[in-house]
């Protein structure tokens, strides 16, 4: 049917809606009427016979009044001034949502698709539509503008006739839309390859005379031989579609005359148990081609389709297809999840879209059990309607596929290794946002590199993807070298100073016989020993001053002993082999003393530290250390925080620190007694100094008793 006005679309209301539910829909015409009045579409005809007709098409499936309100309003938030919320005042945030859903699809309309991109935006398409009707509308939209395709220029039909086919269509099938699918696909078809459906029309044509005559026959035969039985059943010969013969002409290489001379009925019948009696007559009647017997009904399709299939040799060895479904399985298999609608809407509230679209599944669910198989299928499409894939957006419109929970760093090494190494922050949908925050499908994300940046350790937190993964794994083995050389040289240095002298004034050939003797390479294969904790700076200082050489400084016969020399500053900016005590956690201002730790370089620590105290045995080990004046970077700190026992406290301390502009690393509670709990907080922060202020804010909220920070 093509409504063309709206008393012809509420006659077609009244059959299924009530009067309040069909005075909505006339709202929304009305509205809709009003917002484009003076728009018109490309044919002449006034704008909002566009958005009737979407409608009528929704009304065709019998879907409920809010997608047919949706319907009416689709363009409306696009094409003119109107705001979603000013629809959401007149009709409900429902019907606001679907319209506004239904924007958001329009604009992703591309120019061109790669086969890759089109399958990843059908998926997104099903993904970012959290309430299925958003698809059942916009595929809607699509139809009406495919059958009103004639009167577009040439080259924009054909990309809009190739995105139907590519993206729409496809999407149509999935939800078990058949119906919309086919006519998708017939109209593509005309529009893509207009000589080749006019000949596939023409011989169509010249077929059916005697065609006709001969498919009445075996019809009312089944019809007359079901009957005798006593099963109620309507035997109907099924058309075929121009497209779906010219794809089997080309997919199974066969002439028109070949596939036309197969004929093909469909019996609906009342009940599956019916169903399986008709297939024993129908079998009994023609012979069955073995192997072509299909039971759709015990083991549906992915999308939900149900039926039995089989192929009969008829008189003359003519092949003979037959479907036999339930009414019920007939308007699964015509409209799909439309249909779900059509079951169920009726009197019931409005609930939560995704509730509706589960339920569909699990409508299906109930399907199959009463069939009694396997459950395969329902997984297959769970997994089609909420997918474990997200699709994001390159700043250029290139679609990306990443797994469920990924997040920006996953996306730039999606981009490209380079661009994941140099990452240094993210803007998600031009907002900028943490790294570590899950992308969801439909976004656009821009990733922020800078030259001198390079991948942290704790992206492996959040980092989901194994190129992702592997990546920053490689790049930090690799980088740990570099950073072991440099920290390896500073150590060596500085015990050197103390027998003043450093790498400087070393003689080559001195250095080179110590290597030489040491079984070492190169220096740098000792800078690296020295960094890792294996090898002691000031053992090696030691050896390489007493080592023969013109530059040295021979004394007695006793070993030189060391002067105290410098501390060792640290920046915060040396990389992977200096770390900083998680027993102490020492900040900027903080009195520290270095732990050369085997195998971890360097392990920075606060001087009252208990497990330093412990490690008294090892005083080699330690290195004398200081900050230096421009410390860089955040380091963490914990404070423990004594609250009156009240709701939202965590709350209001969270917010307080957030405004502050401190990030909090972990939050955990300990039970004190009746009047009061612990809250422990650990945060990132720059000093002593900053700490201190942080303290004194979280000091005068209301109900805080006391804020300490912790020791170890
Ligand atoms: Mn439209």
Known sequence: MQTTDIDGLNSALRTYLNQEQTNHVNRAYFFAEQAHYGQRRRSGEPYVTHPLAVAGILADMH????????????DVIEDTGIAKSAIGEQFGATVANLVDGVSKLTQMEFESLEEKQAENFQKMALAMARDIRVILVKLADRLHNMRTLGVLNSNKARRIARETLDIYSPIAMRLGMNNVRMEFEDLGFRVLYPMRANRIDAALHEASGHRKELVEKVRSQIQATLEQEGHEVMVVGREKHPYSIYKKMKSKRKSFSEIMDIYAFRIIVDSVDTCYRVLGCIHSLYKPVPGEFKDYIAIPKANGYQSLHTVLMGMHGVPIE???????????????????WLYKSNGQSDRGSHARAREWVQGLLEMQQRAG?????????KIDLFPDEVYVFTPKGKILELPRRATAVDFAYAVHTDVGNSCVACRINRRVAPLSEPLQSGQTVEILTSPVARPNPAWLDYAVTAKARSAIHHFLKNQTKEDSVALGRSLLDKALTGFDSNLELLPEEQLNHFLAQHTYEKLEDLLVEIARGNRLPTFIAQQLMSEPGEARLQSDDTAEQPNDGQPVAIRGTEG???????????????????????????VVHRDQCNNLKDMRDHSERRIALRWDEEVEGEYPAELRIEVENRRGMIAVIATRINSIGVNIEKISTDHKDYQFTYVNLEM????????????????AIHHVRKVTRVKN
Not at 580 to 591: E, M, Q
Not at 684 to 699: C, F, P
């Open 322 to 340: 037959v479907q036999i479904r339930t009414r019920e399985m007939e308007d699964m298999a015509n409209n799909g999840i439309a249909a779900h």
């Open 684 to 699: 990132l922060v720059q000093s002593r100094v900053h700490l201190a202020n942080i303290m004194k804010r979280l000091r």
């Open 63 to 74: 879907m409920d009044h809010q997608s047919l309100m949706a319907a009416m309003l689709h």
């Open 373 to 381: 198989n396997s459950l395969e299928f329902i997984e297959s499409v």
């Open 576 to 602: 992977f082999m200096v770390s900083y005590a998680r027993c102490c956690h020492p900040i900027p201002g903080d009195s520290i003393v270095g732990y050369l730790s085997l195998e971890k370089g360097v």
